[in-house]
């Protein structure tokens, strides 16, 4: 069983930063990817960043330059920096992990219950 948490979401202004974590929890698994995904009322759900277990970052481009996303792997977490917030920012963003468990040839993915992120003056 993995479990994946998510912090950091609130209400900011445009302009302002914010910054989500997401930790994996469990026994028996490791993890290769993590990414960020967002969701909007009635929009589908879409990649914001992903990075690999090497460190190799991928971004949308409607947030690079602006976002920055990052691992510890010790404890198996992941960070969005989320700087210059605009108001179409604001979703719900859900943490995405691709978990091997240890009887596994191949991993799965693992989402995590998201957390509001509002960009509002």
């Known amino acids: 069983q993995v479990q994946l948490v998510e912090s950091g979401g609130g209400l900011v202004q445009p302009g302002g930063s914010l910054r989500l974590s997401c930790a994996a929890s469990?026994?028996?698994?490791?993890?290769?990817?993590m990414g960020w995904y967002r969701q909007a009322p009635g929009k589908q759900r879409d990649l914001v960043a992903a990075?690999?277990?090497?460190?190799?970052?991928t971004y949308a481009d409607s947030v690079k330059g602006r976002f920055t996303i990052s691992r510890d792997n010790a404890k198996n977490t992941v960070y969005l920096q989320m700087n210059s917030l605009k108001p179409e920012d604001t979703a719900i963003y859900y943490c995405?992990?691709?978990?091997?468990?240890?009887?596994?040839?191949?991993?799965?993915?693992?989402w995590g219950q998201g957390t509001q992120v509002t960009v509002s003056s």
């Open positions: 469990g026994s028996s698994f490791s993890i290769n990817g």
């Open positions: 995405n992990a691709e978990i091997l468990r240890a009887g596994l040839v191949y991993p799965y993915r693992k």
């Open positions: 990075i690999t277990s090497g460190g190799r970052t």
